[in-house]
């Protein structure tokens, strides 16, 4: 499955941005979606996973209550709805795939079979 984020840019601290991420190539429904982020210097890590059928969703510390996931399976695409947002939220942001057959936990990257290729979110103080 191919997969394109977009929906970065730069934004005030407290401000809002939607990033989506389209996938192409196989069927979306059977791949459960993850969003991680990778600031300059810092190692990548995870931010929001959805279950493939929409039903479970999880959220780093740092971002819950301020970040919502969600998938539209009918348009292939899955998003990050980004609130109150900080300066330490400036990073790219990766869109990953994987096989809802996997039982590998969430949060750890090596878990997707596939990635976007990012999109970078600038938060200014």
């Known amino acids: 499955v191919q997969l394109q984020a977009s929906g970065g840019g730069l934004v005030q601290a407290g401000g809002s941005l939607r990033l989506s991420c389209a996938a192409s190539?196989?069927?979306?429904?059977?791949?459960?979606m993850g969003w991680f982020r990778q600031a300059p210097g810092k190692e990548r890590e995870f931010v929001s996973f959805v279950m493939w059928s929409g039903d479970s969703t999880y959220y780093a510390d740092s971002v819950k209550g301020r970040f919502t996931i969600s998938r539209d399976n009918a348009q292939n695409t899955v998003y990050l709805l980004m609130d109150s947002l900080k300066p330490e939220d400036t990073a790219v942001y990766y869109c990953a795939a994987r096989d809802k057959s996997r039982g590998t936990t969430y949060y750890l990257s090596n878990g997707y079979d596939y990635w976007g290729q990012g999109t970078l979110v600038t938060v200014s103080s």
């Open positions: 190539g196989r069927t979306f429904s059977r791949y459960s």
